[in-house]
């Protein structure tokens, strides 16, 4: 695997985090990750968009101009590595400081880049995934809600929940039992004619793909998208589910818990704007 | 600064973290930090304890051997340095792992230890503190309440405020409004000739020192400790309020927003009893 992951930390070539690092003292950090086309990453201002807003929340320096240099030579090099899709993580951290929560007042941040090469040339839309319902649920945090920051053990405990489960991902709740996401994606119910999808001003990550789905290829089609509260009762009543993120794309439920779907015609609409914007 | 801080990765120097890592990726490990008095760390069993439990509920391999024979040689060489007081944090992170949230089915988890150098012998207790009140506050979390993770966002933007504010510390809510905590120690008030310290059931961190307090220090004072629900009126009304880390043990407060407190004798016991069992 090594030979297909390639790390920089702050524009270099590297294998190691310098010490200390509030990225992994507190998870006091953002990040990103982008599909790779090639040596192009996509939809690369709506993943920079996000950390810069990550950016404002957390006080860090303003750092868009470095951030975009940075990406810029990673995807060149990656270019070279003629890989035909790659995923590409920006962790950013507030770099190091004196011991203690509280931040320096200066901080410098550091920029942590990795470059993993994904499977063969665009495979097309993924297979129907099976879900199961994780018991750990998403923490209520309306400062944070949004964010795409370090602090995410909630998803790895989802995540090895699926897992032993033998499921492709899993649906989390929030606090009060609504349902949010599942553990890498924003989740969408075709409902009555309409997309329905979780407000994330609570807890979750407001995905690039979810955004894109809202603001551009379900307007496309004609269909109007509802933000608010979801229950396990309209999931189970939906038409269709789905996800996304920025990896996969779009992907369509087969099934959750007894509930299943053997259509997935608004998925399958939906990823054919998707192929187009890619094109 | 340098000379002054030492760090191990697995039982060796280091000044750097083998990537990737999933406590940089995801903030997936836990901590502790230890007082250190010479070469000895002090309340070892408690932070341990604590940790264990950690890797129970994250799901970790268990690495009690591992971690206390890292922790005697890290103290070991402490000793050498002739540091009348130091701090030692023990990061512990699920170590590498493919990309995506789920963690590897077997987790190699990694050590981090670090030992910064305290100021000289020990000064007694530490001047009566001023708080202000942070604006954020914890997230709700029931499954991961207690725990000393590494998903410590809250305190950073917490510690930023009071900063700002040029408090010495400050009191943190929980998402209804009720007192939990500060942002680096627990939180007691004495009220009624009782004390009162926050139940840690939905956010917050189970402190070492407050066990102390809870289960040594006020009962040998005869002092009845009451874990429930705070509020900020109860503070407001407290005879006393004081907070307790490892590494101040405990501090009383002189001022909360408008209310300010002269004396401090219920904390200025508990400190005694807490010096004894330094010595």
Known sequence: MAGDTVIWVD??????????????????????????????PLFTQ??????????????????DETLGEQLHRAAAYIGTRQWPFSALRITLTRGSGPRGYAPPREARPRIVISATRLGEASPGMAAPAMLCLANIRWPTQ????????????????????????????????DQQGRVVSVVAGNLFLSLDGR??????????????????VMRRWAPALGLEVVEGTLTLEQLEAADEAFFCNSLIGLRPVARFQQRSW???????????QYQGDLS
Request: hydrophobic share 45%; aromatic share 4%.
């Open 195 to 212: 997309l329905l999808t979780a407000a994330l001003d609570q807890c979750g990550i407001a995905g690039t793909r979810r955004d894109l």
């Open 262 to 272: 053997t259509s997935h015609p608004v998925c399958e609409a939906l990823y054919q």
């Open 11 to 40: 524009g270099e070539r590297a294998s190691a985090l310098p010490l200390p690092d509030r990225g992994l003292e507190f998870g006091d950090g953002l990040f990103e990750t982008l599909l790779v086309r090639g040596a192009v």
């Open 46 to 63: 709506l993943h920079l968009a996000r950390m810069q807003h990550g950016c404002r929340v957390l006080a860090f320096p303003p750092c």
């Open 142 to 173: 309306p400062a944070l809600a949004g964010l795409k920051h370090l602090n995410r053990l909630e998803q790895v405990m989802a995540a090895r929940e699926y897992r032993l489960a033998g499921a492709d991902e899993a649906v989390m709740l």
